[in-house]
């Protein structure tokens, strides 16, 4: 089956300090890789993609992914935590079937907090 | 228009009642999305229109739930005789094409609240 797994729940980082928001997967072919954030009541937007290229992605607000085909992974990283950042990340896939569908598969959501 | 649209941004309504959720997408984005976020949970897929190809609808929940796309631009979804259950945020996303290669947009959702 094909899925996203987020394995924690929640992440508390302090201000200042690196982040990382763990994500695999498990799809068929090559996956098409995103990540986005959601701020309370607000709808999800999107931080970075990894379509094709170089495995390491930079997206906005200085976040970054590492595509990493043999661990089938797409960790987010951020080399300095702010305490803006504190917000609901989710990883996503995109799923093709033949070229006739396609969607988007999301992980459960990681809670990154983050103290001052 | 400049991104997706929601509409309305939060509906509260009666056990037994229907409801219409409606989604307005980027101009001439061919692929739209409806999903689902509970309390809590991530997000659930439930239908996809692709231009004028036959919908993926694997991921409506029951029959009580149905969609619709007219003229390949705004898409509304149904949802009768609603049920406590069914209260959620109801997202929805639109993308330039089938492949998603470009990225999808979603909109700020609607909050339904079934009482």
């Known amino acids: 089956a094909q899925s996203v797994a987020q394995p924690e729940d929640q992440v508390n980082v302090a201000e200042g300090n690196p982040l990382t928001v763990k994500c695999t997967y498990s799809?068929?072919?090559?996956?098409?890789l995103f990540w986005y954030v959601q701020y309370p009541n607000r709808g999800l937007q999107f931080l970075l993609k990894?379509?094709?290229?170089?495995?390491l992605v930079k997206g906005s607000y200085g976040f970054e992914a590492e595509f990493n085909k043999s661990q089938t992974s797409f960790h987010l990283k951020k080399p300095s935590a702010l305490v803006s950042d504190s917000a609901l990340y989710f990883c996503?896939?995109?799923?093709?079937?033949?070229?006739?569908?396609?969607?988007?598969?999301f992980g459960t959501g990681t809670l990154l907090a983050v103290q001052p | 228009g400049a991104g997706v649209s929601q509409s309305p941004s939060n509906k509260v309504t009666e056990k037994g009642k229907d409801v219409e959720l409606r989604c307005d997408p980027i101009?001439?984005?061919?692929?739209l999305y409806w999903y689902r976020q509970s309390l809590g949970q991530g997000l659930e897929f439930l239908i996809y229109?692709?231009?004028?190809?036959?919908?993926?609808k694997s991921g409506l929940p029951s029959d009580r739930f149905s969609a619709e796309r007219t003229g390949g631009s705004v898409s509304t979804l149904t949802i009768q005789r609603t049920q406590q259950e069914d209260s959620a945020v109801y997202l929805c996303?639109?993308?330039?094409?089938?492949?998603?290669?470009?990225?999808?947009?979603f909109g700020s959702g609607t909050r339904l609240t079934v009482v």
């Open positions: 996303a639109s993308s330039l094409d089938a492949s998603g290669g470009r990225g999808y947009t």
């Open positions: 996503a896939v995109r799923v093709a079937y033949g070229g006739a569908t396609n969607k988007l598969i």
């Open positions: 101009s001439g984005h061919t692929a």
């Open positions: 229109f692709q231009g004028n190809s036959a919908p993926d």
């Open positions: 990894y379509i094709t290229g170089d495995n």
């Open positions: 799809v068929s072919g090559n996956p098409y």
